[in-house]
C-alpha cells in the first residue's frame, strides 16, 4: 500500500490520496493521470493491466485500486 501511495502523490501531489472517496468522479484521476497511473502500476507491481481492468470501479479509492493489483498480482 506504501507503494501505491508513494505513485499516487508522484503521479499527482496534493491530494489525500487515503480519504479520498472517489477519485475518478472527483476529477482526482482524469484521462491523462490514469494512462500516467497504470504504466507506473504495471512496471512497479509487474502486472497486465489490461482496459477490461481500467474501470471507475477499480480506480475508485486506494483501496480498490490496491485490491486489482493484489487480484492482478494473483492470476
Not at 480519504?19 to 484521476?29: A, C, P, S
Amino acid at each position: 500500500m506504501e507503494e501505491l501511495l508513494k505513485i499516487l502523490n508522484d503521479v499527482k501531489p496534493g491530494v489525500d490520496y487515503e480519504n479520498e472517496t472517489d477519485l475518478i468522479g472527483h476529477g482526482v484521476l482524469d484521462s491523462i493521470t490514469m494512462v500516467t497511473l497504470v504504466l507506473q502500476l504495471s512496471d512497479e507491481f509487474d502486472v497486465d493491466i489490461t482496459p477490461v481492468d481500467i474501470t471507475p470501479e477499480n480506480f475508485k479509492t486506494v483501496q480498490t485500486i490496491y485490491d486489482m493489483i493484489k487480484r492482478l498480482e494473483d492470476e
